[in-house]
């Protein structure tokens, strides 16, 4: 039996410990960094703009000619806070890079110019590529030369993104402006009646943080380059604070009282978002990562990981003129918590539409999988890494080891991956079969594993034989060794 | 004038307890400086891992750093255990308690850096406990005068207890043992410990 005194003696213990646990150090304590991604948050050092005052940047499309899109990969000096100017690493001088429009199941020809003073690698994300034009990180494309890829493209229409994927230099070379979108169409997916043209819009979402002169600040432990890495603070993930969206922070877009589709893509380099609209705006998810759902997917939000996208119809049709729709982050506060407004500026006429019926997705059959192979993604013990603290590693092994695996071309295997802290998982050549909405399957490329968390994918191994990468998505985390090799044999 | 009911006042208890001597109350306060900083060090392990789970990147530096001073931290509270146990003359069971984290602080050190989780996550979750274990122990109110054992007249540990250190109230002592010190490990300076076994009402018999 308790004496009362002592049960009072531990009730009000416990209660002062809890009051000054949370008394001390606020609510974020119980939700990490109060962020909802891994990583460090690094302040700005100027005064960010107020929030929905610049209009929202639209890429400029390239479409082949010929098979063929030219890209110049080089630096220049944009205006991306008004009134400062940002040095760049950008694709045609821009950032993003231009969105390449091109139709799946015909071959595209990128050839890129290295105009920059560092060596580059380009990686098609999302795309079925043979090993040799598929952005192997060493692979580079070294400064004053060009270099074709070649994309077979033999793979179904979705919204891909390329970008940089130099060895050890992901991180600082994506943060610096080379991204941009390709959006892989086709006759099934043209004849939905889904927004189209000025309509049909890419929103590549980033977050950045900037130097007391308005260049984007990036932590690296040595900026001559020398070796790479970020300072030890920052080894879990860059995270900025202030959202950009196709460059521009939080911008606004003026907007028909109409259906419009936009190409979702998380291009930032640790962080993590779970969209939401107000004004009673939803998100009508029709594709994922790697092309259409079988059936549209309303949903009041949207979580996308680094690297993931969400093809989306928002339908502003409802509303009444003067209406402002605001996309939120939920999982962070103040100037990370607001990504963009849409401004309802006038009626308009749609005859786009949204069908019941999207596409057809073979199911695969779980029972044909020839090989279960387990896949953790963990920090490895101190002492790893350059600066003393652990390594970013895939099954214990990095970059260096060799093949975690070598799988069989035309068999189907499941893949279960399993995670520390967060990570979003990304294999290059192959796709991920997830379950979608209603239990229908869909096709990603990037998963995103939360700490601690365990999905099983099933992975068909199709495509081309050679040395591939499958790696974390978290940028800081990849350059930091959490990337291995596989091979298709 | 109103009725009023008497209520007993600090004085009054006092003066029918003797104090208790002033060796036991500075080394009692010196083990509930030390056991209470060692458990809030400790309750903050598991938060700061969880933030590092959560997102928190620098969380993980900051456990770090937090079981390095453990490590030091725990060996105070070694020192204090014995100090209040001689002269502090209260219960001796903290000690051997403080000396197992002590050894083990710095296993569980190697073991969080060296990422072998299952044993780090068991040992961190008993570390916890012992601390937060002794720590309550020592905060818990009047517990000097409850614990303190009175130095024993004479060899044969005739005893009886001091006044003022009786039983809580509704229980009964049934029976005063004297054990030999050989029998008690660590206990030589002392020829005789008693223990009393208190049985309370619903039948358990309860050490004090
Ligand atoms: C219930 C208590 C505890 C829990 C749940 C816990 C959990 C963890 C976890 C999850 C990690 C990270 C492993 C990874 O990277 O995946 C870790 C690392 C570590 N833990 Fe603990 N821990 C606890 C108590 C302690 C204590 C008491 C000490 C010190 C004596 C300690 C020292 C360390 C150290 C030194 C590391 C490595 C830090 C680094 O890599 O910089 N932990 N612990
Ligand atoms: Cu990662």
Redesign the pocket.
């Known amino acids: 039996m308790m004496s009362p005194t002592r049960r009072t003696f531990l009730g009000l213990s416990g209660a002062a410990a809890v009051t000054a646990v949370l008394a001390a150090v606020g609510s974020d304590w119980f939700t990490g960094n109060g962020t909802g991604s891994h990583g460090a948050l690094l302040p700005s050092r100027v005064p960010l703009p107020e929030p929905f005052t610049t209009a929202l940047p639209i890429p400029r499309e390239i479409t082949p000619t010929d098979g063929v899109v030219d890209l110049v990969a080089r630096r220049s000096a944009v205006e991306v806070l008004p009134g400062r100017t940002t040095e760049i690493l950008g694709y045609d001088g821009t950032f993003p890079g231009p969105t390449i429009r091109a139709r799946a199941g015909e071959p595209l020809r990128v050839r890129l110019r290295n105009e920059l003073d560092l060596d580059t690698v380009l990686h098609l994300h999302g795309g079925v590529t043979p090993p040799e034009h598929d952005g192997y990180p060493t692979d580079v494309v070294v400064p004053g030369t060009v270099r074709d890829y070649d994309y077979p493209l033999g793979q179904r229409a979705a919204p891909l993104w390329y970008h940089d994927h130099a060895m050890d230099f992901t991180g600082p070379n994506v943060y610096a402006g080379l991204a941009g979108m390709a959006l892989l169409t086709d006759d099934e997916e043209e004849a939905l009646g889904l927004p189209s043209g000025e309509r049909d819009i890419p929103l590549v979402i980033c977050d950045r943080s900037f130097d007391a002169d308005g260049a984007f600040a990036y932590p690296l432990i040595d900026p001559s380059r020398g070796r790479p890495g970020v300072e030890l603070r920052y080894h879990g993930g860059l995270l900025g604070d202030c959202v950009l969206v196709n460059g521009a922070p939080w911008p606004v877009l003026e907007v028909d009282a109409a259906r419009y589709r936009f190409r979702l893509l998380n291009a930032s380099n640790a962080r993590r978002y779970e969209l939401a609209l107000d004004q009673g705006a939803t998100f009508t998810q029709v594709g994922t990562d790697l092309g259409l759902l079988e059936k549209p997917w309303v949903r009041s939000t949207l979580p996308l990981a680094g690297a993931e996208r969400a093809d989306v119809v928002v339908d502003f049709s409802d509303l009444p003129v003067g209406t402002e729709v605001t996309m939120t982050n939920r999982l962070d506060g103040g100037g990370p918590g607001q990504v963009m407004r849409f401004r309802v500026v006038r009626t308009a006429s749609d005859d786009s539409r949204v069908p019941d019926r999207l596409s057809t997705i073979e199911r695969l059959d779980p029972g044909a999988v020839a090989v279960t192979r387990d896949l953790h993604f963990?920090?490895g013990?101190?002492g790893g890494a350059h600066h003393g603290?652990?390594m970013w590693n895939v099954n214990g092994i990095t970059f260096h080891d060799g093949d975690v695996f070598t799988s069989r071309l035309g068999t189907l295997e499941r893949w279960r991956l399993t995670t520390?802290?967060h990570h979003p998982i990304h294999a290059h050549l192959v796709g991920f079969q997830v379950e979608g909405p209603d239990g229908t399957p869909a096709w990603k490329d990037t998963v995103d594993l939360r700490p601690g968390d365990a999905r099983e994918v099933l992975v068909p191994i199709e495509g081309y034989r050679g040395q591939y990468v499958l790696h974390c998505h978290n940028l800081e985390h990849e350059d930091m060794m959490m990337m291995v090799h596989f091979s298709v044999a | 004038m109103c009725a009023r009911v008497r209520v007993p006042s600090v004085e009054d208890m006092t003066a029918s307890a003797p104090s208790v001597p002033g060796a036991t109350t500075a080394t009692l306060w010196l083990l509930r400086l030390v056991a209470g900083v060692q458990a809030v060090l400790?309750v903050g392990?598991?938060l700061?891992?969880?933030r590092?789970?959560d997102g928190d990147y620098p969380s993980?530096?900051r456990?770090?750093n937090?079981?390095?001073i453990?490590?030091g931290v725990a060996w105070l509270v070694v020192v204090a255990a014995v100090l209040a146990w001689r002269p502090g003359r209260l219960p001796g069971w903290p000690v051997p308690l403080a000396v197992a984290a002590a050894f083990l602080?710095?296993v569980?050190?190697?073991?969080?850096?060296a990422?072998f989780?299952a044993v780090?996550?068991l040992?961190?979750?008993s570390?916890?406990a012992a601390g937060v274990v002794v720590a309550l122990w020592a905060w818990s109110p009047d517990r000097a005068r409850r614990s303190y054992r009175p130095r024993t007249a004479t060899a044969q540990g005739q005893h009886a207890p001091a006044q003022g250190y009786g039983p809580p109230q509704g229980h009964q002592p049934l029976q005063t043992h004297a054990r030999p010190a050989q029998a008690v490990p660590g206990m030589l300076s002392e020829p005789y410990r008693q223990d009393q076994v208190w049985y309370t009402p619903d039948g358990a018999a309860r050490l004090r």
């Open positions: 963990a920090l013990p101190t603290g652990g520390d802290v | 400790l392990q598991p700061l891992a969880g590092f789970l993980l530096a456990h770090g937090n079981g390095l453990l490590m602080m710095p569980q050190l190697g073991m969080g850096h990422r989780l780090h996550l040992l961190g979750v570390l916890v």
